[in-house]
């Protein structure tokens, strides 16, 4: 069967093999039935079989869910200067662990501790796979078999199954629980510190708030503890970012520099959330932790691959240049956006998009509400707008933006299906596919 003509042009772009396994399933799909040699319908059959694999599951889609960094999604988009710089790594050979001057080996992380250093006022600093890996590792090489303190208020779970419990468990440390959920005091650390304590360890709460009676240690009063008591302090910032986002119009975030210049220890953050780099887990802070976490042998575990290190040094160049920064950054373009800008995208893009939907449908524009994502801010606050619809059955409607082309992803809330339009960049192709959608 495989030689039927008919079949040829899908042999030709899929390969044998594939065709080979659409025909048996085809064969077996029809067990009993008497065979109809129908060459036509079989090769259909085992084209619309094999349709799925003709394009990559990894697709390309419209983010307008509102939440600009969002983790179902991937997360920062790269700067173009990032992008330029990984394809270059994978095209060709590149110094990953080579110095050129002295024509020897060299270290993978000298591509980015100077930016990290400079950028933070760090003394040394490190990188892994994520920022998971890189708690994980910081535990592990500083605080194994021992006792570290944490506030109760800061036991995290955040999506993935990641939490700081069962972290500190699998770093092969006893987590000794301080405080209540709603205060915690710094006696509370004090009295929790015993001959078996290897560190102390702070989590930013990036994805929920505690209001009301509410009590947290600052870095700032812990250090001194920490320091008189010769241990280590620890902090997951989870987000992180290198600069003030209040420049931008935006809410405070804490900073990796303001955490080193606090006293932390050792600081580890994201490198695809706010930074707007490639997936990392960056660790910043004293040399002397910083070196052991770097010798640990999980470190060869979770190390970066070239492509992602040369992605991360050029995100991070464009840092020495802050007032250019939100031209190049599109997780920062897009978080800076004017509301009023978003408005009259909207208004542009209404008259097509009321008509792609067709009658049934009302279509408006909202004022809506969007956020950073990734554990960044849990509170709803970018003040945005979204073109929005209202109508039965929005369920389906939704099925068939994500059945469009480049699929579009949005957000139903109160009755009301809404594309937020602060992560449109491409406005032309998200028009340009807008006739192509079959409610
Ligand atoms: C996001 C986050 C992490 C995990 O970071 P990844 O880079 O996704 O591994 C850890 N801790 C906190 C507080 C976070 O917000």
New binding site residues.
């Given amino acids: 069967m495989a030689n039927w003509p008919a079949l040829a042009p899908l042999i030709a772009r899929v390969g044998r093999p594939l065709v080979v396994e659409a025909l048996r399933a085809w064969s077996e799909a029809r067990r009993g039935v008497p065979e109809v040699a129908d060459p036509i319908a079989c090769a259909r059959w085992c084209e619309a079989r094999l349709a799925g694999l003709s394009t990559s599951s990894l697709r390309r889609v419209f983010n307008l869910t509102g939440t600009v960094l969002h983790?179902n999604l991937g997360?920062a988009l790269l700067a173009e200067e990032a992008i330029e710089a990984a394809v270059t790594a994978m095209r060709s050979p590149a110094t990953l662990e080579y110095d050129l001057e002295g024509g020897a080996r060299g270290e993978r992380d000298d591509h980015i501790a100077p930016w990290l250093c400079r950028l933070t006022g760090a003394e040394a600093a490190t990188a892994v796979?994520?920022?998971?890996?890189?708690?994980l590792l910081a535990l592990s090489a500083l605080a194994a078999g021992r006792e570290v303190i944490v506030s109760r208020g800061e036991l995290?779970e955040?999506?993935?199954a990641?939490r700081?419990p069962d972290i500190m468990a699998r770093a092969g440390c006893r987590l000794v629980e301080v405080g209540t959920t709603n205060r915690t005091h710094l006696k509370d650390y004090a009295t929790a510190i015993g001959p078996d304590t290897a560190a102390i360890m702070k989590?930013?709460?990036?994805?929920y708030a505690v209001q009301g009676f509410t009590r947290s240690v600052t870095a700032a009063e812990l250090v001194p503890l920490a320091r008189e008591k010769g241990l280590p302090v620890i902090e997951?910032?989870?987000?992180g970012t290198l600069v003030d986002l209040e420049t931008w119009g935006l809410p405070h975030e804490p900073t990796a520099r303001e955490a080193v210049a606090a006293g932390i220890d050792v600081v580890?953050?994201?490198?695809?959330?706010l930074l707007g780099g490639p997936?990392?887990?960056l660790l910043v802070g004293r040399r002397t932790f910083i070196e052991r976490i770097a010798k640990n042998p999980m470190k060869r575990a979770l190390r970066l691959d070239k492509v992602r290190l040369a992605a991360l040094e050029a995100t991070l160049r464009l840092y020495a240049d802050p007032e250019t920064l939100v031209k190049r950054l599109p997780t920062l373009r897009a978080l800076a956006r004017p509301a009023t800008e978003i408005h009259g995208q909207a208004e542009r893009l209404l008259p097509a998009f009321a008509l792609a939907l067709g009658k049934g449908w009302q279509a408006g524009i909202k004022p809506v509400r969007g956020q950073i994502g990734?554990?960044?801010l849990p509170v709803d606050l970018l003040p945005s707008f979204a073109l929005s619809v209202k109508g039965k059955s929005l369920d389906r409607l939704a099925d068939a933006f994500r059945r469009l082309p480049i699929p579009v992803i949005g957000r139903i809330q109160d009755e009301t299906l809404l594309f937020d339009l602060r992560t449109l960049d491409n406005e032309a192709a998200f028009a340009a596919q807008l006739p192509k959608l079959a409610p």
């Fill in positions: 983790t997360r796979n994520n920022n998971a890996g890189a708690v995290i955040i999506g993935g990641f700081i989590v930013h709460p990036s994805n997951d910032l989870g987000s580890t953050f994201s490198g695809d959330k997936q990392a887990g990734s554990g960044a």
